[in-house]
């Protein structure tokens, strides 16, 4: 098992032991739905409470560097707060569950195996839930991440007709990228 595994899955099992609902997203979930690629970071969508806080910085336990003040904090506010690995220096970024899309992801969620173990599962985001949100970060970050744009043509590649398209295009129209999408679809059958 990879480094980035072992350390997303103490965040994992931290979160599961307090039965706080998550979904991987970032390259680690668009890996399980396109084609696999390094990542140097692990985000993951997490729905917590204000009472999740400290109990959940104590489950991580020494091994990581968490803050409880700026996890309430940014439990407060919906946003984000990251947990690194001591001796790694692996960052795992999370983000509370907010919006109507944060809220998507964490319904459609699916659970896959991520290592040899098949008892060792994490939830992740669907395919077509990280193809918006990798469309989302392309826009926002002035649409010139190859990056990005080379993980949502991976997914559109490797999930071919398995996506739910309407699915998709409803969600592109909502948040205002109809013509990524369909410029992704074009250049992914092209």
């Known amino acids: 098992m990879s480094d980035m595994v072992v350390v997303a899955s103490a965040v994992i099992d931290a979160l599961e032991g307090l039965g706080v609902r998550y979904s991987v997203g970032g390259s680690m979930a668009s890996s399980f739905g ?3 690629r390094a990542s140097i970071d692990v985000d993951i969508v997490v729905a ?4 999740h806080a400290e109990p959940f910085v104590n ?3 020494p091994a990581f560097y968490a803050d409880v003040d700026a996890v309430t904090r940014a439990i407060a506010s919906g946003s984000s707060v990251n947990v690194i690995h001591r001796n790694s220096g692996i960052k795992v970024d999370l983000f509370v569950a907010r919006s109507t899309l944060d809220r998507r992801q964490l319904e459609r969620r699916r659970s ?3 290592s040899d173990d098949p008892l060792r599962r994490w939830f992740v985001h669907s395919p077509e839930d990280i193809l ?4 989302l970060w392309y826009r926002d970050g002035g649409e010139v991440s190859d990056r990005q744009w080379r993980d949502v043509l991976s997914i559109l590649l ?3 007709g ?6 998709v295009t409803l969600l592109a129209i909502e948040h205002g990228l109809l013509d990524l999408l369909e410029r992704a679809r074009r250049e992914a059958i092209g």
Not at 48 to 51: D, E, G, I, N
Not at 162 to 167: M, P, V
């Open 112 to 114: 896959v195996v991520v």
């Open 132 to 135: 918006i949100q990798k469309l």
């Open 162 to 167: 398995r996506l739910d398209d309407a699915y």
């Open 34 to 36: 396109g084609e696999p």
């Open 48 to 51: 917590m409470t204000r009472a």
């Open 158 to 160: 490797v999930q071919g």
């Open 59 to 61: 489950a991580l336990g």
